[in-house]
T-cell receptor, first 117, second 114 residues
């Protein structure tokens, strides 16, 4: 299957700082990438959808100025949590889908655990 | 509106038992895709299967099998002869477009013990 990586896998930061999470598709071109948030023992909550070269589409209730998403290339999307606060602590997961064999199926990264102190 | 229901929150079985995870979906679209993903304790979601609405054939892959029944809007997942490594949270999901967002169920946590 297609491989997606995320970096960092775990980050601890102080309240008020910004954190950038990278999501890379390693062996396919991800025309669309998705960012999710998952709280303990809960399902995934979609935050936003981004197409390469376009502005991200955010789900209702997700602050676009707080969660900045950039999808500058077909293999890289970034999520920046600006001025992070303890309530932003969560597990963030990205996924990508593309064309050809990977069309229509989302392949997920390993996730990033963010802890804001 | 789309909805995926996984009524079983947690299932616990002893190794080598068979176990079926239920998934019931709702959609008004005639073209849709169903998925199962596995999320082990490490957190990464692993793609298991995708099935489109026009293909009701059941599928078997090793110890895994899937039963898709449009008449009952169900897409159940059976693990035969379960193993400890099968312990994970399993998510059923639905999309009605080739690149649109997934609607996830709430997941079923499977615990396989020796």
């Amino acid at each position: 299957g297609a491989v997606v990586s995320q970096h960092p896998s775990r980050v601890i930061c102080k309240s008020g700082t910004s954190v950038k999470i990278e999501c890379r598709s390693l062996d396919f071109q991800a025309t669309t990438m998705f960012w999710y948030r998952q709280f303990p023992k809960q399902s995934l909550m979609l935050m936003a959808t981004s197409n390469e070269g376009s502005k991200a589409t955010y789900e209702q209730g997700v602050e676009k100025d707080k969660f900045l998403i950039n999808h500058a290339s077909l293999t890289l999307s970034t999520l920046t949590v600006t001025s992070a606060h303890p309530e932003d602590s969560s597990f963030y997961i990205c996924s990508g889908t593309g064309s050809g064999d990977v069309r229509g199926t989302q392949y997920f990264g390993p996730g990033t655990r963010l802890l804001v102190l | 509106a789309q909805k995926v229901t996984q009524a079983q929150t947690e299932i616990s079985v002893v190794e080598k038992e068979d176990v079926t995870l239920d998934c019931v979906y709702e959609t008004r679209d005639t073209t849709y895709y169903l998925f199962w993903y596995k999320q082990p304790p490490s957190g990464e979601l692993v793609f298991l299967i995708r099935r489109n609405s026009f293909d009701e054939q059941n599928e078997i892959s090793g110890r895994y099998s899937w039963n898709f029944q449009k008449s009952t809007s169900s897409f159940n997942f059976t693990i035969t002869a379960s193993q400890v490594v099968d312990s994970a949270v399993y998510f059923c999901a639905l999309t009605t477009g080739t690149a649109s967002k997934l609607t996830f169920g709430t997941g079923t946590r499977l615990q396989v013990t020796l």
